[in-house]
DNA sequence: TTGCGTGCAAAGGTTTTGCATGGCA
DNA sequence: TGCCATGCAAAACCTTTGCACGCAA
């Protein structure tokens, strides 16, 4: 890979600030626009779009894909260098970091025995916390 | 519920049959519309997307949100009632279903040690066929 | 007869592309 | 100086909406 994050511009900087200041956040590229005008920080949003994209080949950020029809794709400064499942919320957002033995042995059989290699870079588990699933229990 | 599928007709039918001649498959709007065209069953675009729709608020489809940023939903024929994990390869877009007992154990895991229950349904897996990985390797 | 289903055309929204300019190294 | 990054406008893209007509019940 020789074609690496050749130059240094204001705008990319700002958006990679921008992800920094909220590390838990999922933006999507509008809101990007948004918050860096906001901050006085104006990034045209074919480069917010450019950036974006650059970010996440580069590994910085994760692509959420929309939910809905009418959504639009959200980001998110990637966790951590070192690769592990996330399990999101769809109630609060909520978002927890599976760092355990059993991740490992899931991945393993998912390779043994369906024969495909998981990306945990890539994939996100979507379900309810536990505060969340009480709520939904009492309605 | 009262507002169920009320009337019954050629197109809304046709797709239906469409995805019972295919149940493993996972097809986007388009590719409803062409097969049902090549069927001879000439289904209008709005209506295919509509049917869809229909079909996926009566549970009768699972609806998969587009992966790349150019990319479509796509839908499959519900499996069952039960509910169970998939995975897709990035790559080339082959989806695997995962019903195994190691599946029921890891959604128990996920639930006792990180307070999280698992939506099978809203969950998928991303990753790499036995097929793509190899290619990716000999690259 | 009632009102949902259909289909065309047009609009809606997000994201990409063409192209000339600007700015990093 | 060379080349990448930027940004405007326009296009591409999937999907939804408006509206008149057709058709199931």
């Given at each position: 890979m020789s074609t690496r994050g050749s130059y240094q511009t204001r705008q990319q900087e700002a958006v990679v600030q921008l992800f920094h200041q909220r590390p838990e956040?999922?933006?999507?590229?509008?809101?990007?626009?948004?918050l860096l005008d906001a901050q006085g920080l104006t990034v045209g949003?074919?480069?917010v779009y450019r950036s974006l994209t650059r970010l996440c080949e580069g590994g910085a950020l994760r692509r959420y894909a929309p939910q809905g029809s009418g959504d639009c794709?959200?980001?998110q400064l990637n966790p951590c260098s070192e690769s592990h499942l996330h399990i999101r919320c769809v109630a609060c957002g909520a978002l927890e970091h599976l760092h355990c033995g059993e991740m490992e042995q899931f991945k393993q059989h998912i390779h043994q025995s369906h024969?495909?290699?998981?990306?945990?870079?890539?994939?996100?588990?979507?379900?309810?916390?536990?505060?969340?699933?009480r709520k939904e229990q009492t309605k």
């Open positions: 956040d999922c933006l999507s590229a509008e809101e990007v626009y948004q949003k074919t480069t794709a959200r980001f024969g495909f290699t998981l990306d945990e870079g890539q994939t996100m588990l979507y379900g309810r916390c536990k505060e969340c699933s």
